[in-house]
């Protein structure tokens, strides 16, 4: 595609339950981020990736989140037992080998009830 | 590790005056730093970026913004605002091209009419 697409674009889940967040990053773009947008928060680093791993995972809340990425392309970060917190949009946004430059996809928003 | 302030929240113009946004940095060595602007209901868009040479910087709708290492300063500025520039704007800094990005919370620019 022509831009970075993350799917579903909303989403509401119960408390407890587990969820899956999908990322379709630019073909070819080797750098691939994730970030979490709460109101008045700005935008909160989780996990990036270059390639298939993960040099950074700082930014993970808590154990119950997880992500990973598989050649080198999709990524799916994973929120087990959902609590009413994690309720926030996912960004995820992807970059080109040798530029400093991130896309971002539009988001899923995710809604914990 | 690195980490960046915008220190107002809410910024309110009138349209056709001129606007500073405020950010600041914290990072040992020379950071990429970056303005990305998120409009209601749109994707975060890069409005410019600097990692070396001229240290004011033009961007893209006729946003330009300075770095001044003595401050540790990444200010956006533009001589005249439209209403059409009413988002939130969001300053980032990585470590080198390759690290992660990290964002500051963002700043809201009102425009009066």
């Known amino acids: 595609g022509a831009g970075v697409s993350q799917s579903p674009s909303n989403k509401v889940t119960e408390k407890g339950k587990d969820v899956e967040l999908r990322c379709d990053p630019i073909?070819?773009?080797?750098?691939l981020y994730w970030y979490r947008q709460s109101l008045g928060q700005g935008l909160e680093f989780l996990i990036y990736?270059?390639?298939?791993?993960?040099?950074?995972k700082s930014g993970l809340p808590s154990d119950r989140f997880s992500a990973e990425r598989t050649g080198g392309s999709v990524s799916t970060l994973t929120i087990q037992r959902t609590q009413q917190e994690d309720s926030a949009v996912y960004l995820c946004a992807s970059r080109p080998g040798g530029s400093t430059e991130a896309f971002f996809g539009q988001g899923t928003r995710l809604t914990v009830v | 590790a690195q980490s960046v302030t915008q220190p107002d929240i809410h910024i309110t113009v009138s349209e056709g005056a001129s606007l500073e946004l405020r950010c600041n940095y914290s990072y040992g060595a020379t950071p990429y730093l970056f303005w990305y602007v998120q409009s209601p209901g749109q994707g975060l868009q890069l409005l410019l970026k600097?990692?070396?040479?001229?240290?004011l910087v033009q961007g893209i709708k006729g946003f330009e913004a300075e770095f001044k290492r003595s401050q540790s300063s990444f200010n956006l500025r533009k001589p005249s605002v439209h209403w059409s520039d009413a988002a939130e704007y969001f300053c980032?800094?990585?470590?080198?091209?390759?690290?992660?990005?990290?964002f500051g919370k963002g700043t809201r620019l009102h425009i009066l009419p």
């Open positions: 990736f270059q390639g298939n791993s993960a040099p950074d």
């Open positions: 600097y990692f070396s040479g001229d240290t």
């Open positions: 980032a800094v990585g470590a080198n091209r390759d690290d992660k990005i990290i």
């Open positions: 073909s070819g773009h080797t750098a």
